[in-house]
């Protein structure tokens, strides 16, 4: 009857078609939602590195070539001591500069360079009433111009750096290009009842570019105690915008509220954590949950880490997915790691993790062990470059029929490079105006090969980013 009806056949295969899409747009949802998290989380260290890189450039333009066998020739050379000082500075060593400085001005007490010199080391030291009295001792002198300009800045410094509550605001824009959006299997066939298919239309690969967006604002509270223990709160809004694969628009709102609290053994930070995430602007995820945590300094180079985070994930069908419902329940991770300075400039974490998705049904509910690995590297003048290797292991609880009689099991690979600087380093740099020469630039190249032993879920995506950031504190 299907022969004679060439038009009902047709009907009814595209019905079947469109009813079993297991790799198609947002089927395999929760990696949308891990993907989003991890854009978010890259541009937040991005920034904390481009503030590290900012702090070398500072030390930077205090090098002088000064050697600890140069000031031992010539002990009693006021001038010699001095640039000794600046080039402990540039190496970091805070302590040992504040303590030349000090020996400089107890045999000269009038050198009003090196008391403002002095009072930037007490600044950078934390000791901010110590800095403070040294400036205010240099205001009752007549000063050079260039000196009291600074005098005034570091002031205001230290006013801002007292007040307890201090609020940030970070604005990311950017571009990207994905040469496989929609994550099509490399094999060009989808399995759907055991049965090998070809993608067709839309399923197939599709490159696409996008225009994202990433605001956020945090406020710290100090609660007043010597310890340091503090209250603080952050909202961002993520929206990544596709040209082609609208389906795949990505959008979110993240909340998070809690504290820190410092003790000699480690330091405690809980907090309360929320998102409403949409796609293809439908609300398709709302989660709540708490994160605890744990850290310690275990030298001067290592630090560890533990994090433990529990999450009630609330799935709800969209047009894309009419079953997403079916991903809905709570997931618990776990993350163990340490970070090593390897020298001033250059820092590896490293950690473990293990995290437990429960679902509605199984086959959607799975355990996954995680390596990662993070390099960053401070460059001079303000630039900066990180290189991250992640690989993940995912087994799923069981079978899902309506794709495949066998259970799931995934491994996947991620690698990404980017490079930051500053835009008053770019060769332009110099043209621009002072409003946004400390605006930083970053580019991004990220490599993603997915392995299953479903076919379905084996393809490989390149990417391309490049955003600017500016971040305002108050």
């Known amino acids: 009857m299907f022969l ?31 993907n989003l998290r991890t854009e978010t989380s890259r541009v937040k260290q991005a920034s904390r590195v481009a503030e590290k890189s900012k702090e070398k450039e500072a030390n930077d333009k205090y090098r002088t070539g000064v050697t600890y066998e140069d000031i031992l020739k010539d002990p009693d050379n006021i001038e010699l001591n001095a640039r000794y000082a600046q080039e402990q500075i540039a190496r970091g060593e805070l302590l040992s500069a504040a303590a030349t400085l000090e020996r400089i001005l107890m045999v000269n007490p009038n050198l009003a360079d090196v008391r403002l010199l002095y009072a930037v080391v007490l600044y950078r030291l934390d000791s901010l009433n110590e800095a403070g009295k040294e400036l205010e001792s240099l205001k009752a002198v ?15 410094k230290i006013k801002q750096r007292k007040r307890r509550t201090h609020i940030g605001l970070r604005q990311s824009n950017g571009w990207g290009y994905d040469t496989n959006r929609n994550a099509a299997p490399s094999s060009k066939i989808q399995l759907v009842n055991n049965v090998a298919q070809d993608l067709l239309g839309s ?5 696409d570019t996008n225009f994202l967006n990433i605001s956020s604002v945090d406020v710290t509270h100090d609660l007043g105690f010597q310890a340091g223990h503090s209250v603080f709160g952050n909202f961002t809004y993520y929206l990544q915008e596709q040209t082609n694969v609208n389906s795949l628009d990505l959008g979110s709102y993240q909340y998070e509220l809690g504290g820190t609290y410092k003790s000699k053994f480690c330091d405690i930070t809980p907090s309360f954590v929320a998102s409403d995430i949409f796609l293809s602007s439908e609300n398709f995820l709302r989660t709540q949950g708490g994160n605890f945590l744990f850290e310690r300094d275990l030298t001067k ?34 993350i163990w790691g340490a970070s090593y300075v390897i020298i001033p400039t250059m820092k590896w974490t490293t950690s473990v993790g293990y995290s437990d998705k429960k679902a509605k049904e199984d086959y959607f509910a799975y355990q996954r062990f995680s390596l990662n690995n993070t390099h960053t590297w401070v460059l001079p003048r303000g ?7 992640n690989v993940n292991f995912d087994s ?24 930051g600087t500053p835009l008053n380093t770019i060769f332009f740099g110099k043209l621009l105006p002072k409003q946004i020469k400390d605006i930083v630039f970053t580019g991004s190249y990220e ?21 600017l950031t500016k971040r305002l504190e108050f």
């Open 301 to 334: 180079k290592l630090h560890a880490f533990y994090n433990f985070r529990i999450e009630r994930q609330d799935y709800m069908n969209i047009s894309e997915n009419t079953n997403s419902v079916e991903n809905k329940g709570p997931e618990f991770s776990n």
């Open 203 to 207: 399923n197939n690969r599709r490159a």
């Open 447 to 467: 490599f993603y090969r997915a392995l299953s032993n479903i076919t379905n879920y084996s393809y490989t995506n390149n990417k391309f980013q490049l955003l």
């Open 4 to 34: 004679r009806s060439p038009l009902k056949f047709l009907a009814v295969l595209l019905f079947f078609l469109l009813a079993f899409r297991p790799n198609s747009f947002a089927e395999d949802i929760t990696n949308e939602t891990q």
């Open 142 to 156: 007549t000063l050079p111009p260039a000196i009291r300009e600074q005098v005034t800045a570091y002031e205001k």
């Open 396 to 419: 799923y609880e069981t079978p899902e029929f309506s794709v495949a009689s066998i259970t799931r099991y995934d491994r996947s690979l991620r690698y990404r490079v980017t490079y």
């Open 383 to 389: 630039q900066f470059l990180i290189n991250s290797f």
